[in-house]
């Protein structure tokens, strides 16, 4: 059965430092993978996408990369800073149609920047 | 920024209520979603709803769970009879495109946290 997994629940860095964060998904091939922040209560918030054609996407200090031949999406933060402790959810569309209608949210690594 | 509004903040109901949770979507999307949140859980798909009708839906979105657009700017979703384990937080999202080759991305409310006692 298709799965999604993100690397790990918890992820404590050092502020200044980047954060590299995963998304590994088995037995289909999504034809493109969204990020999400989640803060504690609130509702996801759309960061970035990647489709199956590109290997890499940036948006000011974060970058997405999605590598198709290993099945694996990973998100990164540079110069991290304290306001970007968060959970981030990696979102590819329900397989097995893809359809976008329909996300499969990952568990969410739950990111603490320390000062 | 337009943004996504969801009413009630937290509802608190006995078991086999009918609860009423509502959302006004972005103004120029055309597509809506509910997803839940069970507290510690992952985010899950429940409904979408396009051309007032709906689009696809989850397995847990069966015949308690009914979806309506009752006027150009609400989107409800209603729970019929509620049990214990409906306690979640409930988001509703919007986009303005929902194309697999001209993906959009997801607009999340705040939630709508629901209680079942």
């Known amino acids: 059965s298709q799965k999604i997994e993100q690397n790990s629940e918890a992820l404590n860095i050092q502020e200044g430092k980047t954060a590299t964060l995963t998304c590994n998904y088995t037995?289909?091939?999504?034809?493109?993978l969204q990020w999400y922040r989640q803060d504690p209560g609130r509702g996801p918030v759309f960061l970035l996408l990647?489709?199956?054609?590109?290997k890499e996407k940036r948006k000011e200090r974060l970058k997405v990369t999605f590598d198709t031949t290993l099945k694996q999406s990973l998100f990164h933060i540079t110069a991290s800073q304290p306001a970007d402790s968060a959970t981030y959810l990696c979102?590819?569309?329900?397989?097995?149609?893809?359809?976008?209608?329909?996300?499969?949210f990952g568990s969410g690594t739950q990111l603490t920047v320390l000062p | 920024e337009p943004e996504v509004t969801q009413t009630p903040s937290h509802q608190v109901t006995q078991m086999g209520q009918e609860v009423i949770l509502r959302c006004v979507p972005i103004?120029?999307?055309?597509?809506f979603y509910w997803y839940r949140q069970i507290l510690g859980q992952k985010v899950e798909f429940l409904v979408s709803?396009?051309?007032?009708?709906?689009?696809?839906k989850s397995e847990i979105f069966d015949d308690q769970f009914s979806v309506e657009r009752p006027d150009g700017s609400n989107f409800t979703l209603k729970i019929r009879s509620t049990k214990l384990e409906d306690s979640a937080m409930y988001f509703c999202?919007?986009?303005?495109?929902?194309?697999?080759?001209?993906?959009?991305?997801?607009?999340f409310g705040e939630g709508s946290r629901l209680t079942v006692l």
């Open positions: 979102a590819p569309p329900t397989p097995p149609s893809g359809s976008a209608r329909q996300l499969t």
């Open positions: 990647i489709r199956e054609n590109e």
């Open positions: 037995n289909y091939s999504p034809a493109y």
């Open positions: 103004s120029n999307h055309l597509y």
């Open positions: 709803f396009y051309n007032n009708e709906i689009s696809e």
């Open positions: 999202a919007s986009s303005d495109r929902a194309s697999i080759s001209n993906t959009g991305e997801l607009f």
